[in-house]
């Protein structure tokens, strides 16, 4: 079971989040499902169940309690999933040698209308040196002859490329240009021993950053049109690092090492840790630094253990990070009573049922009793509990969301779900499925007990347009940043949400992994299909623009990115960044904010490395702190602006900046900063005059105020705008009180050392999720 849940974030999500429901008094002592995290696994001999047990069993005082709580050992990492009251959640924090107690929350993973809804419509694609141009993507394969992959229009690949393609049974073509493989844990899973996907995220991810265009591309019908990357011409090079298990991390910085040397352009990773990570111990953030010493952007994945704050991952400054964001469609599918009440349900359906009826059953009414099951269990329908005999031939109604496998396995037709935890994505089934609200479902089950025969049916999914988009999704992951509170995470939002793409036709086409079913396109959320949204726009960028560091392919993303509705978004920017991707702009930014090794350097020296640790990132021997006063990171010349007060200081911080001319070679432009009450900000110089391609100018801003206190985050912007109107080159300013989290082991505020073990990417165990 632990080992299903890393499949992906989705599916475990639906795994433990809904295991949680046996218990519903909803006060303080209402049991929840929790994850402990310890971090890595102790090195040598180790039985996780029983060291986890007896944890469970200090803190809920007998073996039977603490049998009767815990869902999972993990066997990847120190950790383990119980259902926890409020107290006991306390209790474990407070543990020696636990890193986090997190709520359990839901993920979700990732085209046909996503690009044209950020305004990046077919015209704009398809820049001339696009074929130029290879993405990289560490994930879980490719399935190379997928219709996505085989445009004949490709010449062959650039001659820079010196990437190759291994395994059995894997072909490259003028698409997928390179293709390797890693698995130091020697472990398949009855997978295939190539770069070949048999899970398909990592060929949806691919088709998403850089797939053709196919026309009438649809799951069973629904959205259907033409899917596409965000550059179809640019080519594709899938190192296979996610298996089953997990990614492992010493298999990724493997995978990075390769990239570079292949000479890759982009690299996208969907993937990342639960738990924060130094960065000398993040083997992404390490990847990616040496790759952003070659030019190389790193795209990564925000996560979705949204929306709690501090919940963002891959924060690091020289990288990419990706929230994920609705787009204006959504899906639903309608369940019609015999009675004729209609109830319109969150769902992809892809079943039809000809407007037939069925038989209509309370899962309460069938608990299977020789499985263990009561009414308290069954109503919920979960997988073993329905009796068959009650429930063969019908459709049943069930009191939360579940994967459907309860109603399959009994050999129900169907199931109308009674949630309200998750309404901003949608699941798809393995059979005729809809998640009504918990209020409409009072009526259902009103309708069974007061009805003889009652009757059902559930409609063909109906694709709707969502007014509210885009808003940034319920599981996305949240910034403050956990290690540095001055650098703002995310860094911008792209879609995520429904997304649909490419599929390896062996992988199953809903949340049920046993789903016999095969398709050519699969609809799927996660920041893992933002993330290759943002990589798809970079390398539009990167093609338009072969000569940019990565920082400036970074700074164009997140200075021309859209403006997202605050009212939308409570926590504002620690949700969406610098706005939603608007890649047709970020081709031309007008002004970059640019930064080399050097710069990193200093900001890692900042920060408290030394020189020893600082070259565990950098990789390079000579990398050295030449002064080791910590400092906040206000002059790394970051696009964004955050600004990490204690709580009841007065706000105060001087961030210096410079940008680079990348517009008009002659133009002059003003600055403006928009205003909150309680604090000031002055830009100096206001009005920066360039003569010439490639001139610097510096400036600094000043923010300055009265003492905030428990202020979790407010904003404004800075906006540079030229004389002739044509750039507009925004950067949010966040201000906040940071908490004392022991996540910042570095940061200069608080001198705490960390308190826990962190997990160390040079253990073989070390295994990280995809997003
Ligand atoms: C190669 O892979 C394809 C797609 O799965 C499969 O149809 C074919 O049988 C495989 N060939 C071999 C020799 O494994
Ligand atoms: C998708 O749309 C195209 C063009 O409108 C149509 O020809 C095709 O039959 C549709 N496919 C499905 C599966 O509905
Ligand atoms: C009840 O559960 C048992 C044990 O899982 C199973 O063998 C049996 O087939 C189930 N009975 C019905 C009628 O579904
Ligand atoms: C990096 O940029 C700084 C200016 O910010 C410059 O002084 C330095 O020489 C550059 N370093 C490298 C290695 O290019
Ligand atoms: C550098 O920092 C590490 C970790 O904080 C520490 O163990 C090490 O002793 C330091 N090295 C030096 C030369 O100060
Ligand atoms: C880098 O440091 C390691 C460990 O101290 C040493 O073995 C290696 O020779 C050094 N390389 C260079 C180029 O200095």
């Known amino acids: 079971m632990a080992k299903k849940g890393l499949v992906s974030p989705i599916y475990s999500l639906l795994f433990v989040a809904f295991l949680s429901i046996n218990c519903h008094a909803a006060d303080a002592n209402e049991r929840k499902v929790h994850i402990v995290y310890m971090g890595g696994r102790p090195k040598g001999e180790f039985s996780a169940a029983t060291t986890h047990h007896s944890m469970l069993q200090g803190v809920l005082g007998s073996a039977s309690s603490a049998k009767k709580s815990l869902i999972y050992s993990y066997l990847s990492f120190n950790g383990f999933a119980a259902k926890l009251t409020d107290e006991e ?28 809804f950020i305004g990046f419509t077919n015209d704009n694609v398809g820049a001339k040196l696009e ?60 997978e295939f ?157 892809s079943f039809e049922l000809l407007g037939k009826s069925y038989p209509l059953a309370w899962g309460g009414d069938a608990a299977n009793y020789s499985a263990g099951a009561s009414q308290d269990l069954s109503r919920y329908c979960f997988t073993g509990f329905l009796n068959s005999y009650k429930v063969e031939g019908k459709i049943v109604y069930c009191e939360t969301l579940w994967d459907g496998t309860g109603v399959l396995l009994a050999n129900g037709v169907g199931t109308i779900m009674a949630d309200d935890e998750i309404t901003d994505f949608a699941f798809n089934y393995p059979l005729p499925a809809t998640q009504i609200s918990t209020s409409d479902g009072e009526k259902v089950l009103d309708y069974i007990r007061t009805t003889e025969n009652p009757t059902a049916t559930i409609l063909l999914g109906e694709t709707w347009t969502d007014y509210m988009a885009p808003y940034v ?114 081709k031309d930014p007008g002004l970059v904010y640019d930064a080399n090794e050097t710069d990193y350097i200093n900001f890692l020296c900042k920060q408290g490395y030394n020189t020893t640790t600082v070259r565990l990132i950098t990789g390079d021997n000579s990398s050295v702190c030449t002064s080791t006063k910590p400092g906040p990171a206000w002059d790394l010349n970051y696009p964004s602006f955050s600004l990490a007060m204690e709580d009841g200081q007065p706000i105060y911080g001087v961030f210096t900046r410079t940008v680079t001319n990348v517009g008009s070679p002659t133009s002059t432009y003003t600055g403006f900063a928009s205003t909150q009450p309680g604090f000031t900000i002055v830009v100096e110089p206001n009005i920066l005059s360039f003569s010439a391609l490639g001139e610097k100018k510096s400036f600094t801003v000043k923010v300055s105020g009265q003492k905030i206190s428990q202020q979790p985050i407010t904003s404004v912007n800075i906006i540079w705008k030229d004389s002739d109107n044509k750039y507009v080159v925004r950067s949010p300013v966040v201000v906040y009180n940071v908490l004392p989290t022991p996540y910042s082991p570095y940061y200069y505020t608080s001198q705490k050392k960390p308190t826990f073990q962190r997990p160390s990417m040079y253990h073989k165990n070390a295994i990280l999720g995809r997003n």
């Open 473 to 586: 999704v319920s599981f996305s992951s949240r910034g403050p940043n956990p290690i540095t509170p001055d650098i703002l995470k995310p860094d911008l939002t792209a879609p995520g949400v429904d997304i649909i793409a490419a599929w390896s036709p062996v992988a199953p086409p809903s949340i049920d992994w046993e789903d016999p079913r095969s398709v050519e396109y699969n609809i799927i959320s996660g920041t893992s299909m933002s993330c290759p949204h943002a990589s798809g726009a970079a390398a539009y960028v990167k093609a338009a623009h072969p000569e940019w560091s990565a920082a400036a392919i970074k700074s164009a993303l997140m200075t021309t990115a859209t403006v997202v509705d605050p009212k939308k978004h409570e926590d504002l920017e620690f949700a969406y960044g610098s706005g939603q991707i608007n890649p047709a702009q970020a």
């Open 193 to 349: 021993k190539s770069p070949r996907d048999s899970e398909g995220h990592g060929t949806h991810t691919s088709s998403t950053a850089a797939g053709d265009r196919v026309p009438g591309a649809s799951y069973y019908g629904l959205a259907n049109g033409t899917a596409r990357g965000g550059a179809p011409g640019a080519r594709i090079a899938i190192y296979k690092v996610c298996w089953l298990f997990g990614c492992a991390t010493a298999d990724i910085l493997a995978a990075f090492d390769d990239a570079i040397a292949d000479g890759v352009d982009i690299i996208s990773v969907s993937l990342g840790s639960d738990w924060p990570l130094a960065y000398d111990e993040d083997p992404i953030a390490i990847g990616a630094f040496h790759a952003m010493k070659y030019g190389i952007l790193t795209s990564n994945s925000a996560g979705n253990s949204g929306p709690w704050p501090y919940s963002v991952s891959n924060y690091a400054p020289w990288t990419l990070t990706v929230a994920a964001s609705t787009i204006d469609r959504k899906f639903v599918a309608k369940a019609v009573l015999g009675d004729g009440q209609v109830f319109t349900g969150i769902s992809i359906n």
């Open 131 to 190: 074929g130029d141009v290879v993405v990289g993507l560490l994930d879980t394969g490719i399935w190379p002859e997928h219709e996505s992959f085989n445009s004949q229009e490709l010449g062959a690949p650039p001659s820079k490329w010196k990437g190759t393609c291994q395994g059995a049974n894997f072909t490259c073509n003028n698409k997928i240009i390179g293709g390797r493989y890693y698995n130091s844990e020697d472990w398949y899973d009855g």
């Open 89 to 116: 959640v306390r209790r474990f924090s407070e543990m020696e040698g636990v890193i986090r107690v997190i709520p359990n929350h839901i993920l979700k993973l990732h085209t046909t209308r996503s690009w044209d």
